[in-house]
């Protein structure tokens, strides 16, 4: 604008104009500039109360109606579960989770399997199995009741493997042996020599369900590379693992001949002594029959006394026996183990001291 009024070729009107545009231009661009201050100064101060509300608002007025979360009650006690949930505000159901569509008296003797809840409406549905039996694998499927495995012919610590991996607690497990000559180990002795006990029978057979009232045993037999016998035995308690154990038949005829004998000279005694005594009763009995007869009755009933008596204590208790010995019923003994032993007839038809 300077230069228009100092060079010499414009003329005046056409310097009043220019000079008159350029003032124009500064007050309007002025104007505009003034306009986006205040606009963006506005907008700060706005933005300001706005944050400070933010600022002051409760974090629980956000999650106030929010609903609870539910824990998972799984495998817990159905009683438990259906009080906790009902303290927090949820109402309950509860069904049989097998098959079995059983109805539920006493929720504490059940536990849950599967549970399913409506957060928005606040109820919560318990699909639940008796205490002790294993939940189905969906809700409505049959019980999982575990399989009885294979175990025949493996060794002891084999067999706990597999009923381990089939879910079949140790603590049921029932442990005889299978020789006459052998105690039935404890589940700890079996343990300790695990790979030298092995197992000649088992029940219930492979493939068959172990329900909660099932028994489960199996029937061992112990050897070494170097035991004189390293094979189960074809059926269970009929022979000895040592055979020199096995008391030989003329023993058992012995036994039983001496006992038949005895028993038979404690009666024929009392009958020879009470015929004598009958007898010389009776002679005198001409002159004296009342001492004649009170003789004989005496004597032949105290002599039959006798023997009764001591066939009586050949039934009573031996003290300690060996099982699998040859006996005389009815006797009870104890092994050396102190396992109670009864003579009865064993699978060979004789009678031999086996567990009572």
């Known amino acids: 604008m300077v230069a228009m009024w100092t060079v010499p070729p414009w003329r005046w009107f056409a310097k009043l104009g220019a000079t008159f545009g350029a003032l124009l231009l500064f007050a309007i661009g002025g104007g505009i500039g003034g306009q986006l201050d205040d606009g963006s100064t506005d907008k700060a101060n706005a933005k300001a109360p706005a944050a400070a509300d933010e600022?002051?608002?409760p974090?629980?007025?956000a999650t106030a109606s929010a609903p609870p979360e539910i824990a998972d009650y799984t495998g817990r006690s159905l009683a438990e579960a259906e009080e906790r949930t009902r303290s927090v505000g949820f109402t309950t159901t509860r069904h049989d989770a097998s098959t079995e569509n059983r109805a539920i008296h006493n929720s504490a003797n059940w536990r849950v399997c599967f549970q399913d809840s409506d957060t928005a409406r606040m109820t919560i549905d318990f699909a639940a199995a008796k205490s002790g039996e294993p939940c189905p694998k969906e809700d409505g499927g049959p019980l999982a009741w575990p399989m009885m495995p294979d175990v025949v012919g493996a060794t002891y610590?084999?067999?706990?493997k597999s009923l381990t991996h089939s879910g079949i607690s140790l603590s049921r497990v029932t442990l005889d042996d299978v020789y006459?000559?052998?105690d039935a180990p404890t589940a700890d002795e079996a343990a300790k020599n695990g790979n030298e006990w092995h197992v000649c029978f088992q029940s219930p057979d492979d493939k068959k369900q172990v329900h909660s009232t099932t028994?489960?045993?199996l029937d061992l037999g112990r050897w070494t590379d170097d035991s004189s016998v390293r094979s189960c035995p074809d059926s269970k308690d009929t022979t000895y693992e040592d055979p020199a154990n096995a008391p030989d038949s003329h023993e058992d005829e012995d036994g039983d001949g001496s006992g038949s004998a005895s028993g038979g000279d404690g009666h024929s005694s009392g009958a020879a002594r009470s015929g004598s005594s009958g007898?010389?009763?009776a002679?005198?009995?001409g002159n004296t029959p009342s001492d004649g007869s009170s003789g004989g009755s005496s004597s032949g009933g105290s002599s039959s006394g006798g023997g009764a008596s001591g066939g009586g204590t050949s039934g009573g208790s031996s003290g300690?026996?060996?099982p699998g010995a040859f006996c005389s019923p009815p006797a009870t003994g104890v092994t050396a183990a102190g396992t109670p032993m009864v003579c009865g007839p064993a699978a060979d038809g004789r009678n031999r001291w086996h567990h009572a």
Not at 157 to 160: E, L, Y
Request: hydrophobic share 30%; no cysteine.
């Open 59 to 61: 974090a629980s007025s």
């Open 180 to 182: 006459l000559d052998v």
């Open 55 to 57: 600022r002051h608002t």
């Open 283 to 285: 002679p005198s009995g």
């Open 157 to 160: 610590a084999s067999a706990v």
């Open 215 to 217: 028994e489960v045993r």
């Open 279 to 281: 007898g010389s009763g």
């Open 320 to 322: 300690t026996v060996h």
